[in-house]
């Protein structure tokens, strides 16, 4: 009898040891596919290196580590951040209770010898810095989640200049000087990297004509790197969760050439990645959820939660998406479960709802700026202003069913114009979002979408086609 349950366990053990095998295998021969495509040969390591810190960065980063990081003889992951950034008293003694609560941080910590100096911090005795902590797996913008321990560089051009795939985690407000400044390590590169953005943010120009800028974009006329090797990855989720292996799915976006083997590149059991050709309009979308989620978090931290007050908010805001979306997008349906979807997410748990609740209850002020200590940058901010600017354009005018006048498209969007008053014009306070929710002159949020369904209103030039 015993010696059947030894039997029975070790079955059980080698069971467990072939299906971990398995998996190994399985990774190690996706990894050998995708070195095949980019042309590596034995002993030529796959350089990967994330760009800006911030917390999807950080952790998407940590995940190709975890991943692919133990292949040291056939691929290398590191992520650049600037170095500088001092780690506050207050912030070191929270991430000490974050050691001390996780034995295996605090174990793994100790065996590198790398715990005294975060009690030392915690004790005023010295400094921290981001750089040296995001070496120890702790991103400054989410100490509540480690990380693995990452491969950190400061110096950009010894972390770009070789690189096979650079990914951007750079905010758009970012994006553009940066890339600049790397386009100056390239010139003398022979073959052109694979670019990722995680970027979700947008910016407006209005010459020659009014036009949204994306962060791939960006990148594009920065660095003079073929459209074809630039991508945008995006999809409703919250960076920590992902980490804790929530299951959650995103979009590659981009050329065939590099999107499909990337979404199997980048594909894990609890991280489904789908691709998809339509590269701008996806991105554009990322930004456009952003905007209203500040003021859904307004009107949650005003209304004291209220279940109605919300619904009626997202009742609005959806039909100002659907409306604007059909101005980017030439079949805006195929958009409407990714948006819906991105935008639920956000403005369940996304740092730009956050912000607009702290707004709401004076606890942030405007006058501190839209990067913020523990969260990073809020990129809705100026995605409001930016969408704003692009809508108000007398050039887009359109007719109004009811008495065939011209209106600039924003007229129709009076949540996107209260946000701009709250946010940008500083004209009103977080208040002003309920009292537009209440102006009984307000339309009807079927109307809007009826108006947006029964005229063409795409334009290709406001995403930068031709």
Known sequence: MVGAQVAANTITSNGGNVQMMSNGNATELKLDEFRK??????????????????AWGSVFAALLQDS????????????????????????????????????DILRRLIRRCAYLKYVEARLGDRTLYADEILKDGFCLNMIDTPLCPMKVVTNLQEAVWDADIVINGLPSTETYQVFEE????????????????????????????????????????ATGIAKENILYLGGPNIASEIYNKEYANARICGAEKWRKPLASFLRQPHFTVWDNSDLVTHEVMGG????????????????????TSKSVYFAHCTSEMIFITHFLAEEPERLAGPLLADTYVTLLKGRNAWYGQM????????????????KGMIQGVSAVGAFYELLSQSCLSLLLP???????????????????KILIKRELPSEGILQALRDETMNDPRDRIEIAQSQAFYRASLLGKP
Not at 40 to 52: N, P
Not at 84 to 91: L, Q
Not at 191 to 213: D, F, N, Q, R, Y
Not at 359 to 374: Q, T, Y
Request: some cysteine.
């Open 37 to 54: 495509l980019v042309g590596k040969s034995d002993g030529d390591l796959l350089k990967i290196v994330g760009v800006g810190a911030g």
């Open 68 to 103: 692919y990081g133990h292949f040291r003889e056939k691929v290398q992951i590191r992520i650049w951040r600037r170095a500088g950034r001092s780690v506050d008293k207050v912030t070191a003694e929270h991430l000490f209770e974050v050691i001390n609560s996780r034995e």
């Open 182 to 221: 790397i386009s100056k390590y390239w010139k003398e590169r022979v073959t052109e990297p694979i670019i990722i953005s995680l970027a979700k943010g947008i910016e407006t120009a209005l010459e020659p004509v009014p036009h949204i800028v994306t962060p791939t974009q960006m990148i594009m006329s």
């Open 288 to 307: 456009l959820k952003n905007v209203y989620a500040i003021g859904a978090g307004m009107v949650a931290a005003l209304t004291n939660e209220s279940a």
């Open 359 to 374: 707004l709401a209850k004076g606890e942030l002020s405007l006058d501190m700026g839209d990067s913020i200590k523990g």
């Open 402 to 420: 009811v008495d065939n006048k011209p209106v600039a498209p924003v007229e129709l969007c009076p949540i996107l114009k209260t946000l701009y």
